[in-house]
């Protein structure tokens, strides 16, 4: 047996696990199917733009620690998340803050703002939301929902907002500020250079093999170590013996574009259900370079069914049920771990996948 760790993934979790086993001393071997590291946070240069390839993506966290750990390996830059909804041409700052109601509405003091949401909220009457359409508008009233959640999130989901289920939209947080930073979390920031460094330094002195599958040769790549952190989809691992786990796909279209600049921003969604992508990304506007060019990417959410890249983990009771199914054979195995996004069908953002993949290789106590 020539490895201690065989590492299925090369993603921001199985490349964290490596670099600290690693660093303790272990043989590792990573196997990615893909032809590049890094997972969904691979970013690949255009002329000087680094393109988010699989979405775009901004750090940003509450934890110290994960955020010590991350900057480590690249320096991040000042990046705030602010992005514009545009609805049939009109614009509205996000997330709903004052900037928005006075677009909206034309109030202009946080007391006038509370009035005119508690105001629509009222109108309707709803104690007990049935489905997302009544949920959204018993939180946020009828305007907001029809301008800014309602074609959004029907594309998002492919289904009507009247037979989607209340729980996907617990909160709808309000600010009485005029504040465009969508995110409440202490650190935000996007590594200047792009992502896919972080993984290569991580993964310094570590033997990877590109474009290999573990199911293409499971037995023989699992024989290769003692010990296995798999990172790709449960359900796949198991042959699928239960039936498929559920996500919603995305479908990236990418245009370079011969002039400075698109759209003046970073983020910009289309809440209309007419416009079949959810939102336009321009790529350098993460990274403030100035280059002749610029790259933007379409985002159209697509339904997703085996062999799709599985981006949203479908979290209803159905697939919830299923997952426990596969966890109970995972919880079985005695040298194989599973974990990241995939394996264990959680919808994680990077600061999570870190601090996961931290205490994972704490939990093994070596
Ligand atoms: C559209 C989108 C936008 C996002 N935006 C943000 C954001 O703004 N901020 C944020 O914090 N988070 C964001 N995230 C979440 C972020 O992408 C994840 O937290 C992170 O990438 C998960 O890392 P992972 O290692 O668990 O999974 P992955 O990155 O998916 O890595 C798993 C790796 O395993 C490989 N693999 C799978 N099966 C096999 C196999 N059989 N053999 C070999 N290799 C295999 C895959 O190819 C992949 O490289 C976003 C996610 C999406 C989908």
């Given at each position: 047996m020539k490895y201690d760790y065989l590492i299925v993934g090369s993603g921001l979790f199985g490349s964290i696990c490596a670099h600290e086993l690693n660093k303790k001393g272990f043989k590792i071997l990573v196997v990615e199917?893909?032809?590049?590291?890094?997972?969904?946070?691979y970013t690949q240069e255009n002329n000087g733009i680094q393109v988010h390839k699989y979405g775009a993506h901004i750090f940003h966290t509450n934890n110290k620690l994960v955020w010590d750990y991350i900057n480590r390996f690249a320096e991040f830059n000042r990046f705030t998340n602010s992005p514009i909804a545009n609805y049939k041409g009109k614009l509205f700052n996000l997330p709903f803050n004052m900037n928005t109601f006075y677009q909206l509405?034309?109030?202009?003091t946080p007391d006038e703002a509370y009035r005119k949401i508690e105001e629509q909220k009222k109108?309707?009457?709803?104690?007990?939301?049935?489905n997302l359409e009544e949920q959204a508008i018993s939180l946020i009233g009828k305007d907001i929902y029809e301008i800014l959640i309602k074609g959004y999130t029907e594309k998002q989901w492919g289904r009507k907002a009247t037979e989607?289920?209340?729980?996907?939209?617990n909160r709808l947080p309000v600010r009485f500020?005029?504040?465009?930073?969508?995110f409440n979390d202490k650190y935000q920031g996007i590594p200047i250079g792009g992502y896919t460094q972080i993984i290569v330094k991580m993964l310094e002195g570590i033997d990877v093999k590109l474009n290999?599958?573990?199911?293409?040769?499971k037995q023989k790549l699992l024989d290769s170590a003692e010990k296995v952190i798999f990172t790709g989809p449960i359900d796949e691992f198991y042959d699928y013996q239960y039936g498929a786990l559920e996500y919603r796909s995305l479908l990236f279209e990418n245009e370079i574009i011969n002039?400075?600049?698109?759209?003046?921003?970073?983020v910009v969604n289309?809440?209309?259900?007419?416009?079949?992508?959810?939102r336009i990304i321009e790529h350098k506007h993460f990274d403030y370079v100035e280059t002749e060019h610029t790259v933007i990417t379409r985002e159209y959410p697509k339904d997703w069914k085996i062999g799709d890249e599985a981006y949203y983990?479908?979290?209803d009771d159905k697939n919830a049920k299923l997952y426990k199914k596969y966890k109970e054979l995972a919880d079985r195995e005695t040298r194989i771990h599973f974990g990241g996004r995939l394996a264990e069908y959680k919808y994680y953002d990077m600061h999570h996948v870190i601090d996961s993949a931290l205490k994972f290789i704490d939990n093994l106590k070596l």
């Open positions: 199917k893909r032809n590049h590291l890094a997972g969904n946070i509405w034309g109030v202009k109108v309707f009457h709803i104690e007990k939301p049935r989607l289920p209340p729980f996907i939209i500020t005029f504040d465009n930073n969508y290999t599958d573990l199911f293409e040769n002039e400075p600049n698109y759209q003046g921003n970073a289309y809440t209309e259900y007419e416009i079949p992508y959810t983990p479908i979290n």
